[in-house]
């Protein structure tokens, strides 16, 4: 992915705590005009997507996340297409920090 330069900050347009268990697929409730995101993972390893296909909990069923990683989405699309699942028995709980993009 090319390195994307803004050329002035982004401005805060929320924050979500968002959890999905091993049969239940997660997405985000994206604030209005948000355009780019950090995410950490808070707790149990899960598998993500953000091409518009569901993940599965099985090995391969996604991008792996483990507790402690944080993921970047740099466009409305993938804020959009971000699905996530856990890979345990327990919930995989993400922090969400959304931005808008200053013009």
Not at 2 to 17: F, K, L, M, S, W
Not at 30 to 52: E, L, M, W
Not at 59 to 81: F, H, N, R
Request: charged share 15%; proline share 7%.
């Amino acid at each position: 992915m090319a390195d994307v330069t803004y050329t002035r900050p982004p401005i805060p347009a929320g924050y979500q705590q968002v959890s999905a268990g091993p049969n239940t697929v997660g997405t985000l409730t994206i604030p209005t005009d948000s355009r780019y995101a950090i995410i950490k993972v808070v707790s149990a390893a899960g598998n993500y997507r953000d091409d518009g296909t569901s993940p599965a909990s099985a090995s391969g069923g996604g991008y792996p996340l483990a507790v402690g990683d944080i993921i970047t989405l740099m466009s409305a699309e993938q804020l959009v297409a971000f699905e996530f699942i856990c890979t345990g028995d327990d919930e995989t709980v993400l922090e969400v920090l959304y931005y808008k993009i200053s013009v």
